[in-house]
């Protein structure tokens, strides 16, 4: 190893954005992603006012992101009846300083990419090539052991060596080798994308149904002005105690839009038919709802884990990518504050591991959705009026409680200081 530098295994979302923070401040770094070729792969994803500011503070804000999604302006869950049980505004329309955005999930991670690319240049990321697994040397630096598709083996040596590599996470696996398998709670989803007008504010994203049953759905493109469509994402979510072990394990598995929409016939309003916007789907996806136990630590030594690698959560809270793009912020403030060196690591940990995995428990139990299983508990689903049910003070405070959890509570978030100076660069010698 000829200078300080950092390895990076993952280039998902997580991992791109501590890329673009590392090169911000003048460390060398390197990704390793198993995939030969990135591709514009999922569908829509939400980034929470708090990422949304930190993409802005790297100079990849509104010319970035518009081109990938569009400003969300609220946030409703609505009963099976059709009848609302909370709406409020959400960015800058709920008094946020910056936006949250509603994006293609495949569509952002390139643009990551791309923008990584145009600062660092092609030879910072290795396509190809997967980490097999890490050793720690006698200098204290670390060496990760790769291999490309085609069977070559190889040891790339850094400083330290971040897992950015999701949910299966062989960094993970190894420094918790006896981690429980990954968890299934028992709900299957599927996912898509159809034209289609727009509900309610035109960038409303909606929760729709009961804890056992529901849909989301939100725009994740304008309204075309000629024809008044926009791309929706919706996810249809079920539980079950018969799926096969190939849905409990599967992901981004494509089905046929028959095998699943009949769950949803009854979803039919005056506002909306469900059964008609799945079936307007070109293609449809299968994932059961999946996360991994909390771990008590995410480093050893001169390794430490960040994003899905070291918390994979449900998707409930709409706050994945989100918190993977706050982790790489976090721990990019820590290097600058202690150097590249186990002492930042061990800082990152200490700020976010314990906050973090009572957020994925948090989301296991349905998050900002929970307030749908209190109506269910409440009325069975069946109200006039949701005030009767569930005052204002309650769903408020319910979701306050939510969003401070989360890290995104308004008030705080336009209140704090920028986390990276412009021109700040980290001291190597440290």
């Known amino acids: 190893m000829k200078q300080p530098r950092v390895l990076i295994a993952g280039g998902g979302i997580g991992g791109l954005a501590l890329a673009l923070s590392l090169h911000e401040v003048g460390v060398p770094f390197r990704i390793y992603e198993s995939t030969r070729e990135l591709k514009p792969l999922g569908v829509g994803i939400n980034l929470q006012p708090n990422a949304v500011r930190e993409l802005d503070d790297m100079g990849m804000g509104e010319s970035l992101l518009s081109k990938v999604g569009l400003h969300l302006k609220e946030w409703a869950l609505v009963g099976l009846n059709?009848?609302?049980?909370?709406?409020?505004?959400?960015?800058?329309?709920?008094?946020?300083?910056?936006?949250?955005?509603?994006?293609?999930?495949?569509?952002?991670?390139?643009?990551?990419?791309?923008?990584?690319?145009?600062?660092?240049?092609?030879?910072?990321?290795?396509?190809?090539?997967?980490?097999?697994?890490?050793?720690?040397?006698?200098?204290?630096?670390?060496?990760?052991?790769?291999?490309?598709?085609?069977?070559?083996?190889?040891?790339?040596?850094?400083?330290?060596?971040?897992?950015?590599?999701?949910?299966?996470?062989?960094?993970?696996?190894?420094?918790?080798?006896?981690?429980?398998?990954?968890?299934?709670?028992?709900?299957?989803?599927?996912?898509?994308?159809?034209?289609?007008?727009?509900?309610?504010?035109?960038?409303?994203?909606?929760?729709?149904?009961?804890?056992?049953?529901?849909?989301?759905?939100?725009?994740?493109?304008?309204?075309?002005?000629?024809?008044?469509?926009?791309?929706?994402?919706?996810?249809?979510?079920?539980?079950?105690?018969?799926?096969?072990?190939?849905?409990?394990?599967?992901?981004?598995?494509?089905?046929?839009?028959?095998?699943?929409?009949?769950?949803?016939?009854?979803?039919?309003?005056?506002?909306?038919?469900?059964?008609?916007?799945?079936?307007?789907?070109?293609?449809?996806?299968?994932?059961?709802?999946?996360?991994?136990?909390p771990i008590p630590t995410w480093v050893d030594g001169p390794v430490a884990l960040l994003g899905d690698a070291a918390h994979p959560m449900y998707p409930t809270g709409s706050n994945g990518a989100s918190q993977a793009i706050m982790d790489a912020r976090i721990l990019t403030r820590h290097f600058l504050d202690h150097g590249l060196n186990p002492t930042a690591l061990n800082a990152f940990n200490d700020e976010l591991c314990a906050p973090l995995s009572e957020l994925v428990l948090r989301n296991r139990g349905s998050g900002p959705f929970g307030l749908l299983e209190m109506v269910q508990s409440r009325c069975d689903g069946v109200f006039d009026d949701i005030d009767d049910v569930i005052s204002p003070e309650e769903r408020e405070a319910f979701l306050k409680r939510y969003k401070t959890a989360a890290g995104y509570s308004r008030d705080q978030l336009n209140a704090a200081s920028r986390r990276i100076s412009e021109g700040e660069t980290v001291d190597l010698s440290r």
């Open 82 to 293: 059709g009848k609302d049980i909370h709406a409020e505004p959400r960015g800058f329309a709920a008094g946020y300083d910056w936006p949250q955005y509603s994006v293609h999930r495949g569509q952002f991670h390139m643009a990551l990419y791309d923008e990584l690319i145009k600062r660092a240049g092609r030879r910072c990321v290795r396509l190809g090539v997967k980490a097999k697994a890490y050793k720690i040397n006698s200098d204290s630096t670390v060496s990760l052991t790769v291999e490309t598709r085609d069977g070559v083996v190889a040891e790339e040596t850094g400083t330290v060596l971040i897992g950015a590599d999701g949910i299966h996470s062989t960094v993970r696996a190894q420094m918790h080798p006896d981690q429980p398998p990954i968890h299934w709670g028992g709900t299957l989803m599927w996912r898509g994308t159809t034209q289609a007008k727009p509900f309610r504010t035109g960038a409303s994203f909606i929760g729709l149904g009961t804890h056992r049953q529901r849909m989301v759905m939100y725009p994740i493109s304008p309204a075309d002005p000629e024809t008044g469509l926009a791309t929706i994402n919706w996810i249809a979510e079920t539980v079950t105690d018969t799926a096969s072990e190939r849905q409990r394990n599967s992901w981004f598995r494509p089905v046929e839009i028959d095998s699943f929409v009949h769950h949803f016939d009854h979803f039919r309003y005056d506002w909306l038919d469900v059964p008609t916007l799945i079936s307007g789907a070109k293609e449809a996806f299968e994932n059961p709802m999946i996360d991994r136990d």
